[in-house]
């Protein structure tokens, strides 16, 4: 179908569906569309403001929606954070965004990469994200680089990530924020010009504020933004010294209930699970952490989610634990992984055969 949109106004697209601009000017948090298909996955929503009257053609799949409203959906105070970044004068600059679940921490930074990305510049983002990851499989810490804009952090590659093997904060403090810090100090290496940190969306109690104050510490960044709708970050603001950019969520949020948060990980699952298969792994040929986890009778339809890896920290995707031969001592593990890791790390995330979530 196609969709006529006048200048001034926004379409908000629910997927999943693609999106291509016929005529006139669009952009998607700050990129300015070219005569190209973007993709809006089942579940997610994209914004797209109309500069000059426009033409779209669309395809919707199922359950998917369209929504026009005045104006743009991207608060003012966004245009406000990126000024405050780019006055910090030493590189690179290390941004950390905060706030509650449902505020669309994942649509700022792709916002921030897009107006970051001024002529040559490179934008490193570090998704700590662990239960809704957009660069890498749920349940771990990753990141990418753009060199140019994009539509959505799935957009960008993954070049490291770090297993946590949780999907929850709650669960994991501790491996969170090792993650986070191993994989800044490493992309740090390729001499970005900024550095966007995507966090979790626990910020509230005592506990979620001395967590993400202690992230906050360990990341040392040089800036802060924190998207509110009360005063849920007051008390991790006065926790810190380092300058807070305080922002609204933008105006085309789209509610996520527990049920769509786990959709959206499972998705993640079968994307990097894909033609996976059974691979067997010696014992003796692998380094199992911690090995104590390595179960006693282990059934495929009850699987274990590993982290796999290759030589020093090198990431080289997930796996799911279906058999465990003790008389051979050979682990069956689930993978699209060719080359033979050398170290196994076990999570916390049980998988039946379809990667669906057991409780």
């Given at each position: ?307 796999l890896y290759g030589q020093g920290n090198k990431f080289l995707g997930i796996g ?40």
């Open positions: 179908m196609q969709q006529t949109i006048e200048s001034n106004k926004t379409l908000l697209v629910d997927g999943p569906a693609s999106v291509r601009l016929v005529s006139g000017r669009a952009e998607v948090f700050g990129y300015q569309m070219r005569e190209k298909q973007i993709i809006v996955r089942q579940s997610k929503r994209l914004p797209f403001y109309v500069t000059e009257k426009s033409a779209f053609e669309i395809q919707m799949g199922a359950n998917a929606a369209l929504q026009e409203v005045e104006g743009s959906t991207i608060p003012q105070s966004w245009n406000e954070a990126v000024q405050t970044i780019s006055e910090v004068k030493s590189k690179p600059v290390i941004v950390v965004v905060v706030g509650q679940s449902n505020l669309g921490k994942s649509s700022l930074c792709t916002y921030l990469v897009n107006r970051l990305l001024d002529g040559k510049k490179r934008v490193a983002v570090l998704d700590g994200d662990i239960g809704q990851s957009d660069i890498g499989p749920s349940a771990t810490v990753g990141y990418g680089i753009a060199s140019r804009p994009i539509t959505k952090l799935t957009n960008l590659r993954l070049i490291n990530a770090f297993f946590v093997g949780n999907t929850s904060p709650i669960k994991a403090i501790a491996k969170v924020i090792e993650g986070l810090t191993t994989m800044k100090t490493e992309l740090l290496a390729r001499q970005p010009d900024f550095v966007v940190v995507n966090t979790d969306g626990w910020v509230s109690g005592e506990l979620g504020t001395q967590y993400k104050t202690a992230l906050i510490n360990q990341l040392k960044p040089d800036v802060v933004v924190g998207i509110k709708v009360a005063d849920e970050l007051a008390t991790l603001v006065a926790n810190i010294e380092i300058p807070v950019v305080l922002v609204e969520p933008s105006a085309s949020l789209s509610e996520r209930s527990l049920e769509k948060r786990k959709s959206l990980r499972e998705m993640t699952y079968i994307r990097y699970l894909q033609h996976s298969k059974l691979q067997c792994y010696p014992i003796s040929q692998l380094r199992v952490e911690p090995k104590s986890a390595i179960p006693i009778n282990q059934t495929p339809e009850k699987g274990i989610l590993v982290g799911v634990l279906r058999y465990v031969n003790r008389v051979r001592k050979v682990l069956k593990v689930q993978t699209p992984i060719v080359s033979k890791p050398t170290r196994l790390v076990f999570g916390k995330v049980a998988l039946d055969e379809k990667c669906q979530e057991l409780d």
